[in-house]
């Protein structure tokens, strides 16, 4: 009797890319949301979802999906000096201190994971300051033969996951409304990612002003869950 072999290495590493389990510390980390749920901006689950596929759309789908399509290219490419330049060029886009230090901190967590789980080519990156989450997220898809699209649709889902986890903690909300916020973020992501990997170099940057100033006004708030 013939049986169907279940053999998708590439959807398993992007689960494992994406899962938040992957401990680099994301988790810690609000990008803006807590100080837009003290101000009175985030209030409810719909004003949380609004958040969330505002900053999706305007955010990563702008800036962090084109440069890791250019990460992940050259990466392919062997082109250090790619992986160098778009590193720097993701860091220095960055719109508030907070939003740095995160990006620093994740990037370097996740060459140590990878240099840990036998990826070489990652072990140079623990000490480079501008290596972001994506350079290494870009290394990772590249090494484990995921093809671009699921990568940059797995990026963006575990962003959506992480900001809707946050929201719950923050509002605070319930297990089923974080349940809601994602199916509606799911039927966004596609075209988020499509979007953000159709763009052209001049077309990528970010434009989330409040996103930019929540995350300035997180770095001194008094009380907060949340890393600053």
Request: net charge negative; glycine share 8%.
């Amino acid at each position: 009797m013939a049986t169907d072999r279940l053999d998708h290495p590439g959807l398993l590493r992007l689960l494992q890319l994406a899962s938040p389990m992957l401990p680099v510390g994301a988790y810690a980390y609000s990008q803006g949301l807590e100080w837009a749920v003290e101000s009175g901006w985030v209030r409810d689950e719909a004003s949380a979802a609004g958040w969330i596929g505002g900053v999706l759309g305007q955010g990563p789908a702008r800036l962090e999906v084109p440069v890791l399509a250019r990460l992940y290219r050259a990466w392919v490419n062997d082109d250090l000096a790619q992986v160098h330049y778009w590193s720097r060029t993701l860091d220095a886009a960055r719109e508030s201190g907070e939003l740095q230090a995160e990006a620093h901190q994740l990037g370097e967590s996740l060459a140590v994971l990878l240099t840990q789980l036998g990826i070489e080519a990652a072990r140079d990156w623990k000490e480079v300051e501008y290596a972001g989450f994506p350079t290494l997220f870009a290394l990772a898809a590249v090494h484990y033969r995921v093809p671009l699209p699921e990568a940059a649709l797995g990026f963006l889902w575990a962003w959506c996951e992480n900001q809707v986890a946050a929201a719950m903690k923050l509002v605070p909300l319930g297990q089923a409304a974080g349940q809601r916020m994602l199916s509606t973020l799911i039927g966004e992501l596609p075209a988020a990612a499509e979007h953000g990997l159709a763009l052209t170099d001049d077309e990528i940057g970010v434009l989330a002003p409040r996103l930019a100033i929540g995350s300035a006004r997180h770095e001194t708030q008094y009380t907060r869950l949340f890393r600053s």
